[in-house]
């Protein structure tokens, strides 16, 4: 158990929704990453956010955002959804901003499945 | 901008040592890592090795770095089939880490 939970689990939905992903991090860690991983792409990084601020962005789509909370927890927020967004979708956390140091503690992960 | 290179399938038998490889980009690159992702799990860190080892070995688990040649390798002596899972380099870029696209391990009987 690496300390980052994640809800839901697993998600279906249909094409044109919403979602919103939640992620808790590790107690102590003020960075969280949020990764997507498909079959055709593999792992993906979206975005990170310290301490409440957005710190780094990679390839996330504009109809996708997310924020981080004042309790440190975080929400991925998907819209306008496409088949193609069908994908686990990963949180992790770190102690400080992504020092190389600083080791990335991934969640379950959800699995999202748009229909 | 980084590329992380693995070849994506290896099998082995049970007892065998398997040996997973990995190329990265960046030369300045001070830690590189290892991640296992169990079917239906989230990664875990396996271990790392700061760039200025050429060898770090953990029970069953040897990392060897060659800088020169920016190759990563890991190798598991008498793989389990508890070992199977895909396998992940990963290494720093910016504030974030890149990740190879994972090596998927399969351990037969």
């Known amino acids: 158990d690496s300390g980052v939970t994640q809800t839901p689990k697993h998600l279906i939905t249909a094409t044109g929704q919403r979602v919103t992903l939640r992620c808790s991090p590790r107690s102590g860690d003020l960075s969280v990453y949020w990764y997507q991983q498909s079959l055709d792409q593999g792992l993906q990084f979206l975005i990170q956010y310290y301490n409440g601020e957005e710190r780094a962005k990679g390839n996330i789509l504009e109809r996708f955002s997310a924020q981080q909370f004042p309790d440190l927890h975080s929400e991925l927020n998907l819209s306008s959804l496409e088949l193609g967004d069908s994908a686990l979708y990963f949180c992790?956390?770190?102690?400080?901003?992504?020092?190389?140091?600083?080791?990335?503690?991934f969640g379950p992960g959800t699995r999202l499945t748009v229909l | 901008g980084e590329d992380v290179e693995q070849s994506l399938f290896l099998s082995v038998r049970e007892g065998d040592s398997s040996v997973i490889n990995c190329t990265y980009t960046?030369?300045?690159?001070?830690?590189l890592y290892w991640y296992k992702q169990e079917p239906g799990a989230g990664l875990q860190l396996l271990t790392y090795i700061f760039s200025n080892m050429d060898m770090k070995q953990d029970q069953r688990l040897t990392v060897l770095l060659n800088k020169k040649d920016k190759h990563l390798s890991l190798r598991i002596a008498d793989t389990q089939t508890g070992d199977s899972a895909i396998y992940f380099c990963?290494?720093?870029?910016?504030?974030?880490?890149?990740f190879g696209p994972g090596t998927r391990l399969s351990v037969l009987p």
């Open positions: 960046d030369s300045s690159s001070t830690y």
């Open positions: 992790a956390s770190s102690v400080a901003i992504g020092r190389a140091m600083d080791t990335q503690y």
């Open positions: 990963a290494e720093p870029y910016g504030q974030n880490f890149v």
